[in-house]
């Protein structure tokens, strides 16, 4: 019993260690509407292009959070494919499935196979609206190896999505 809750204090520990080394961005950059967090393993930045564009540090895997046109979650997922279309062969995906997050977001999320240049990579693209009249995606991309090290990476980092008040609230 004293070996589990050492264990449980030392996971404790190092989660908040990393909680406070962690980096939050506000998005989009010119009128934030949401809150995204990164821990301190991770490297993460509003590029000029108005995109978050993140990576774990020293991985060939990312993902990127961006605004699109689409005026629901479907559409912004097909807005989205048609992009990966044009970077990725022989893909093969899943039948978009939903989810809430506990700050009360919901996700329509879409997993697929593909390949870049004749490598494996397994994507995801996500979508959400915080007032279903402005859409956002997240696209995220790796090696099946790297997926399956940052996938509960990438959970916490959609988890952590939060709506800001505006002015107006």
């Not at 991770?42 to 046109?69: H, L, M, R």
Request: without cysteine.
């Amino acid at each position: 019993m004293k070996m589990k809750t050492i264990a449980l204090f030392v996971m404790l520990t190092v989660s908040l260690a990393g909680l406070l080394q962690a980096k939050t961005l506000k998005f989009p950059k010119d009128n934030p509407q949401f809150s995204v967090t990164f821990t301190s393993d991770w490297k993460a930045e509003i590029t000029d292009a108005g995109i978050i564009s993140a990576q774990p540090k020293g991985a060939a895997y990312a993902i990127s959070i961006f605004p699109v046109q689409a005026t629901n979650a479907k559409g912004a997922i097909e807005e989205t494919m048609k992009e990966v279309e044009k970077r990725f062969e022989s893909i093969k995906g899943s039948d978009p499935s939903e989810f809430k997050t506990e700050n009360g977001i919901k996700f329509l999320e879409r997993d697929l196979t593909a390949k870049d240049k004749g490598s494996p990579r397994a994507l995801a693209i996500l979508a959400f609206s915080l007032d279903k009249q402005t859409y956002f995606a997240i696209f995220q991309a790796g090696t099946p190896e790297a997926d399956k090290k940052y996938t509960e990476d990438v959970a916490v980092i959609v988890k952590s999505i939060t709506a800001l008040k505006s002015d107006d609230d």
